[in-house]
């Protein structure tokens, strides 16, 4: 099955997890594109779509979303997986407001969603970033660290391409 891998990611953390996403579903056998959400091309040449976004301020990227809107009435017609990337995974949200996972797995009808860890250097990050990981408005401030849990993210992955093999089988 062709596959599209698509993601939003400031520093590379979430690109990161998109390609090991995308390398499990190649050695299970599927035709995989690894692209920034913003210059995915065309989604309808694909059987099957993983969306994910690092999370900034409590929402997903806006590439991310413009990919989820603008692609909707395709994304809708075909199996879709999303995922976020962010430091506070682990925390629950601070607010009953379904986050931007939860809102775009129920616009897209996601077949599953998952919120991985993110990772962060702070060294790296630009002077905003700088700034804003510290606001008053975040419940924490964000330190350097990576929370990717790699056997966590393969195992999605490995979900994914067993419902893909299960499909192309049905
Ligand atoms: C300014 C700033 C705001 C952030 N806000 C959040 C947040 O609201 N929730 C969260 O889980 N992570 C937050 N993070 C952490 C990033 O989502 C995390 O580092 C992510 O893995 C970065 O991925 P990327 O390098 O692909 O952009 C924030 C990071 C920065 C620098």
Redesign the pocket.
């Known amino acids: 099955m062709s596959v599209l891998v698509a993601?939003?990611?400031?520093?590379?953390?979430?690109?990161q997890?998109a390609q090991q996403i995308g390398a499990v579903l190649s050695v299970a056998g599927h035709d995989v594109r690894v692209r920034p959400a913003a210059a995915a091309g065309d989604v309808r040449d694909h059987d099957a779509v993983v969306l994910g976004s690092?999370?900034?301020?409590?929402?997903w990227?806006e590439q991310a979303t413009a990919f989820a809107e603008q692609h909707r009435a395709t994304l809708v017609d075909r199996p879709v997986w999303l995922f976020?990337?962010?430091?506070?995974?682990d925390?629950p949200p601070p607010t009953d407001a379904p986050t931007d996972l939860d809102r775009y797995a129920e616009m897209l009808g996601a077949r599953d969603r998952a919120a991985f860890?993110?990772?962060?250097v702070v060294r790296r990050?630009d002077l905003?970033?700088q700034v804003?990981?510290l606001?008053p408005s975040?419940r924490r401030v964000?330190r350097s660290g990576d929370l990717?849990d790699w056997v966590d993210i393969d195992h999605w992955a490995h979900q994914i391409a067993a419902e893909l093999s299960a499909s192309t089988l049905a």
């Not at 993601?7 to 690109?15: C, D, I, K």
């Not at 690092?54 to 929402?59: E, I, K, L």
């Not at 860890?117 to 962060?120: D, F, K, R, V």
């Open positions: 993601f939003a990611s400031r520093y590379g953390a979430t690109r997890i690092s999370v900034y301020r409590g929402h990227m976020s990337s962010g430091m506070l995974a925390s860890g993110g990772a962060l990050l905003l970033d804003l990981r606001a975040r964000l990717r």
